[in-house]
């Protein structure tokens, strides 16, 4: 009798042990991966894409791209956060990173195109500037929050250049009373399982930048734009839908 | 009588190592002052892994730079075109070789070369790492002219060199590799951090009004823009170590980059040098066209040349330039020689 009730104790306690692992969730955290693309107008962007002029913006002018660097940061899954990151698309610098210690379940992704004002304190991040990404004290300092360059064809048709910075706005009306604008924004990528090995592409349509909701036009906004307070608010409008959820794999 | 053997057998052996000084000598950590405001802004400098600095390495990098063993016909050395007082180049457009040929790019200065994070060296990139770089001018039939089998020889069969090299990487077996290595050592710690404009970041000095006021061209998107590609006040090694066409030709015969990548888009396209100690280091750009500073600010004011891959960042290129005033370039000038460092070229660690 004593050996029956050992034997079912035994099955009971196994079979208990069963149950727990179908019914419950792995709370082991694990790594994922975030990978940075860009694209134009869905058509992928190559590092054989650049110095090319391949593309034409909603205004209708065509454009080379011939540098592409942007800031993220606040870049969280859910609790974890990594501080920022910098994406040299032309040189494929920075196009993954891997937030490790990632607890397994559904989850939001967001992060910060720029630095926030909070954030944005000049000359204080040394990767930053160890690669001439800051912003000069006469705008305020800090650092750019994108820099992009390329040319495009002008009302005549012959090259010219274009430097599509965006930085924190300042108002230099009255020089001896700078007004600033947080132009960074937040991106919403809403929520996401996350399981083991998790990849999650970030995609953004640089298409985006020349179109909603300002057309622009490289006839008129080209280059100096770093001190056009105006500008500067055009560029943070149209980059809100600019980035978007790619493949999660 | 088998134990007396044996124990002069293993003495014989203790006593043999032991006399091997490459088995013994560790040679000592060398302490690279790193200038404060480089400590504060910038990443660490790259010291390869397999290059450490040693006192005795940098000691005997400095000897051979100094040394024309090192050229064929031992009447150059490294500082024949690297001359300390000119912050380590020349004031020739191009240098002549041991044969008494001229290159075809103007030689360039020496100083901040472990803040150069790409490891890309020469006017077209085209050495990786500071190791790499220094094998090429020695054989260069322009330059030195040199065997490696033959300075390899010369330097196993000095007076001092095998002793240096044993003190400084534990071996007497000379070859390119620790030449170069030991060059390299030396040249990590050619550091220019001390000009005006450096004690001025520290709070040491003030600037004079023009000074200022050139230092704001500098750094003004709409008039010099000149920031993007040379530094600032948070990036003091004053380069992005970058390769752009800074528009001084509509066609090239030079292509710098574009040959070293086979990639047309970069035809064009050389290195940004560091504006620091530009006092010293004329004639100016790769192929030392310009004589003085005045020709250098007014090619980016009013000279620029269109072609296919000038860079982006040069500003109103159809207009030939950014159309600074005379009393802007004057000013531009007045804070570029700020960043003249006396101390670097009176250093007396990097005289020979």
Same mark, same amino acid.
């Given at each position: 009798?004593?050996?029956?009730?050992?034997?079912?104790?035994?099955?009971?306690?196994?079979?208990?042990?069963?149950?727990?692992?179908?019914?419950?969730?792995?709370?082991?955290?694990? $790594?994922?991966?975030?990978?940075?693309?860009?694209?134009? +107008?869905?058509?992928?962007?190559?590092?054989?894409?650049?110095?090319?002029?391949?593309?034409?913006?909603?205004?209708?002018?065509?454009?080379?791209?011939?540098?592409?660097?942007?800031?993220?940061?606040?870049?969280?899954?859910?609790?974890?956060?990594?501080?920022?990151?910098?994406? $040299?698309?032309?040189?494929?610098?920075?196009?993954?990173?891997?937030?490790?210690?990632?607890?397994?379940?559904?989850?939001?992704?967001?992060?910060?195109?720029?630095?926030? +004002?909070? %954030?944005?304190? %000049?000359?204080?991040?040394?990767?930053?500037?160890?690669?001439?990404?800051?912003?000069?004290?006469?705008?305020?300092?800090?650092?750019?929050?994108?820099?992009?360059?390329?040319?495009?064809?002008?009302?005549?048709?012959?090259?010219?250049?274009?430097?599509?910075?965006?930085?924190?706005?300042?108002?230099?009306?009255?020089?001896?009373?700078?007004?600033?604008?947080?132009?960074?924004?937040?991106?919403?990528?809403?929520?996401?399982?996350?399981?083991?090995?998790?990849?999650?592409?970030?995609?953004?349509?640089?298409? *985006?930048?020349?179109?909603?909701?300002?057309?622009?036009?490289?006839?008129?906004?080209?280059?100096?734009?770093?001190?056009?307070?105006?500008?500067?608010?055009?560029?943070?409008?149209?980059?809100?839908?600019?980035?978007?959820?790619?493949?999660?794999? | 009588?088998?134990?007396?053997?044996?124990?002069?057998?293993?003495?014989?052996?203790?006593?043999?190592?032991?006399?091997?000084?490459?088995?013994?000598?560790?040679?000592?950590?060398?302490?690279?002052?790193?200038?404060?405001?480089?400590?504060?802004?910038?990443?660490?400098?790259?010291?390869?892994?397999?290059?450490? &600095?040693?006192?005795?390495?940098?000691?005997?990098?400095?000897?051979?730079?100094?040394?024309?063993?090192?050229?064929?016909?031992?009447?150059?050395?490294?500082?024949?075109?690297?001359? =300390?007082?000119?912050?380590?180049?020349?004031?020739?457009?191009?240098? %002549?070789?041991? %044969?008494?040929?001229?290159?075809?790019?103007?030689?360039?200065?020496?100083?901040?070369?472990?803040?150069?994070?790409?490891?890309?060296?020469?006017?077209?990139?085209?050495?990786?790492?500071? *190791?790499?770089?220094?094998?090429? =001018?020695?054989?260069?039939?322009?330059?030195?002219?040199?065997?490696?089998?033959?300075?390899?020889?010369?330097?196993? @069969?000095?007076?001092?060199?095998?002793?240096?090299?044993?003190?400084?990487?534990?071996?007497?077996?000379?070859?390119?590799?620790?030449?170069?290595?030991?060059?390299?050592?030396?040249?990590?710690?050619?550091?220019?951090?001390?000009?005006?404009?450096?004690?001025?970041?520290?709070?040491?000095?003030?600037?004079?009004?023009?000074?200022?006021?050139?230092?704001?061209? /500098?750094?003004?998107?709409?008039?010099?823009?000149?920031?993007?590609?040379?530094?600032?006040?948070?990036?003091?090694?004053?380069?992005?170590?970058?390769?752009?066409?800074?528009?001084?030709?509509?066609?090239?015969? +030079?292509?710098?980059?574009?040959?070293?990548?086979?990639?047309?888009?970069?035809?064009?396209?050389?290195?940004?040098?560091?504006?620091?100690?530009?006092?010293?280091?004329?004639?100016?750009?790769?192929?030392?066209? /310009?004589?003085?500073?005045?020709?250098?600010?007014?090619?980016?004011?009013?000279?620029? @040349? =269109?072609?296919?891959?000038?860079?982006?960042?040069?500003?109103?290129? $159809?207009?030939?330039?950014?159309?600074?005033?005379?009393?802007?370039?004057?000013?531009?000038?007045?804070? &570029?020689?700020?960043?003249?460092?006396?101390? /670097?070229? $009176?250093?007396?660690?990097?005289?020979?």
């Amino acid at each position: 009798m004593k050996k029956i009730i050992g034997l079912l104790c035994i099955i009971i306690s196994f079979l208990s042990c069963i149950d727990e692992k179908d019914c419950c969730v792995n709370f082991e955290p694990v $790594n994922v991966t975030l990978k940075f693309t860009q694209n134009w +107008d869905g058509v992928p962007l190559t590092s054989a894409d650049f110095n090319d002029f391949k593309f034409t913006t909603q205004n209708g002018e065509s454009i080379s791209i011939n540098r592409l660097r942007y800031l993220l940061s606040n870049i969280s899954i859910g609790n974890t956060i990594k501080d920022y990151h910098l994406i $040299n698309s032309e040189e494929s610098f920075g196009s993954e990173i891997i937030l490790e210690q990632i607890p397994q379940g559904s989850t939001f992704l967001k992060f910060t195109f720029g630095f926030a +004002d909070l %954030d944005n304190t %000049d000359g204080i991040y040394q990767d930053l500037n160890s690669v001439s990404f800051n912003v000069p004290a006469m705008l305020g300092g800090g650092y750019h929050y994108m820099q992009f360059d390329g040319k495009y064809k002008n009302n005549s048709n012959q090259d010219a250049n274009f430097n599509y910075h965006t930085i924190r706005a300042v108002n230099k009306t009255d020089s001896t009373n700078l007004i600033f604008q947080d132009t960074s924004f937040e991106v919403h990528l809403g929520i996401i399982e996350i399981k083991d090995d998790t990849s999650i592409e970030i995609k953004m349509n640089i298409a *985006e930048w020349f179109k909603n909701p300002n057309t622009w036009n490289l006839n008129e906004l080209n280059s100096v734009l770093m001190p056009n307070f105006e500008a500067q608010k055009m560029m943070s409008a149209n980059g809100t839908s600019v980035f978007s959820l790619g493949e999660i794999n | 009588m088998k134990n007396t053997f044996f124990f002069f057998f293993f003495f014989f052996l203790l006593t043999n190592c032991t006399s091997k000084e490459e088995d013994i000598y560790t040679p000592i950590p060398y302490n690279l002052e790193i200038p404060t405001l480089f400590a504060n802004k910038l990443i660490a400098p790259v010291i390869p892994a397999n290059n450490p &600095l040693t006192e005795e390495g940098v000691a005997l990098g400095k000897k051979l730079f100094f040394d024309k063993i090192l050229s064929g016909d031992e009447t150059q050395s490294c500082a024949s075109c690297h001359n =300390p007082q000119k912050a380590f180049t020349d004031n020739q457009q191009f240098s %002549d070789g041991i %044969d008494g040929f001229l290159g075809t790019r103007n030689a360039m200065p020496l100083f901040n070369l472990a803040w150069n994070f790409d490891e890309r060296f020469a006017w077209d990139g085209k050495e990786f790492s500071l *190791e790499n770089q220094a094998l090429e =001018p020695i054989t260069n039939p322009v330059e030195m002219h040199a065997n490696w089998t033959i300075i390899a020889e010369k330097l196993r @069969q000095h007076s001092e060199y095998p002793t240096l090299f044993i003190q400084a990487f534990g071996t007497s077996k000379i070859d390119s590799t620790l030449v170069t290595k030991a060059i390299a050592q030396f040249e990590r710690t050619l550091i220019s951090g001390n000009s005006k404009f450096d004690q001025y970041l520290k709070g040491e000095t003030i600037l004079t009004p023009e000074e200022e006021n050139g230092f704001n061209v /500098f750094m003004d998107e709409a008039k010099g823009d000149c920031f993007h590609c040379h530094g600032s006040n948070n990036n003091p090694i004053w380069s992005d170590n970058k390769f752009h066409n800074n528009g001084l030709d509509a066609t090239f015969v +030079d292509i710098g980059l574009g040959a070293v990548t086979g990639d047309p888009s970069d035809n064009g396209k050389f290195k940004s040098p560091s504006i620091r100690n530009l006092a010293f280091t004329a004639p100016y750009m790769h192929d030392g066209r /310009f004589a003085t500073l005045e020709e250098v600010i007014n090619h980016y004011s009013e000279g620029l @040349q =269109p072609s296919s891959t000038i860079d982006p960042l040069m500003k109103k290129v $159809n207009q030939g330039g950014v159309d600074l005033s005379t009393q802007e370039k004057a000013d531009l000038k007045a804070f &570029l020689l700020s960043l003249s460092d006396f101390d /670097f070229i $009176n250093n007396q660690n990097f005289q020979k």
